[in-house]
Nanobody, 127 residues
């Protein structure tokens, strides 16, 4: 089992940047593929980005491709989401999630394969 705690959210102007962090504790971090999801008020939760256990493969939603970068540091048990060129439509609660069954070089966009979730961090982008 793994516990996840997000940080780094806040209020930023459109065009600005934020870096989210998700610290994991418990079972060995490198056992998990990791992902970020977000949920805006009144909307369904949506996939943002995912990274394989190896860190060598990353996946992005079309809406964030080229603006967001997911990375991980297995030595620090942390996954990051660097968000640049933020837009008002990026406003949401961002949650990290861990998948214990993924292969070493893959990660899923499907929220249902992620067993462990953090509480989330609010990101608000003002226009």
């Amino acid at each position: 089992q793994v516990q996840l705690v997000e940080s780094g959210g806040g209020l930023v102007q459109a065009g600005g940047s934020l870096r989210l962090s998700c610290a994991a504790s418990g079972r060995t971090f490198s056992y998990y593929a990791m992902a970020w999801f977000r949920q805006a008020p009144g909307k369904e939760r949506e996939f943002v980005a995912a990274i394989s256990r190896s860190g060598s493969n990353t996946y992005y939603a079309d809406s964030v491709k080229g603006r967001f970068t997911i990375s991980r540091d297995n030595a620090k048990n942390t996954v990051y989401l660097q968000m640049n060129s933020l837009k008002s439509e990026d406003t949401a609660v961002y949650c990290c999630a861990a998948d214990p069954r993924s292969g070493y070089y893959t990660a899923s966009r499907n929220e249902h394969v992620y067993d462990y979730w953090g509480q989330g961090t609010q990101v608000t982008v003002s226009s």
